[in-house]
């Protein structure tokens, strides 16, 4: 079986740049750049998903009422019957 060595090269490079991107992203001062550039971003996103984060809560919260609601009915008035008289 012949070595790709393409594909050898190709995974060397890409482990290495990756370790060289971990060591400089270690360094705290790069660490503090990261951040300064991290979280107007992550609150931008935060702002402008929330609005439907909040209808998905209000949604899940009225079906959970309803479901209780229905629950509540079927329970009160004398569950689901037991026979059911079949009409020929």
Same mark, same amino acid.
């Given at each position: 079986?012949?070595?790709?060595?393409?594909?050898?090269?190709? $995974?060397?490079?890409?482990?290495?740049?990756?370790?060289?991107?971990? /060591?400089?992203?270690?360094?705290?001062?790069? $660490?503090?750049?990261?951040? /300064?550039?991290?979280?107007? &971003?992550?609150?931008?996103?935060? $702002?402008?998903? #929330?609005?439907?984060?909040?209808?998905?809560?209000?949604? #899940?919260?009225?079906? #959970? &009422?309803?479901?209780?609601? /229905? #629950?509540?009915?079927?329970?009160?008035?004398?569950?689901?019957?037991?026979?059911?008289?079949?009409?020929?």
């Amino acid at each position: 079986m012949e070595r790709d060595r393409y594909k050898e090269a190709t $995974q060397d490079m890409a482990s290495h740049i990756g370790e060289k991107v971990l /060591t400089v992203l270690r360094h705290p001062e790069n $660490q503090a750049r990261l951040q /300064t550039i991290m979280d107007p &971003i992550v609150s931008h996103i935060i $702002q402008r998903v #929330f609005p439907y984060i909040l209808l998905s809560a209000i949604l #899940f919260l009225i079906l #959970f &009422i309803l479901t209780i609601g /229905t #629950f509540w009915i079927v329970m009160r008035s004398g569950g689901i019957p037991t026979s059911v008289a079949i009409v020929s």
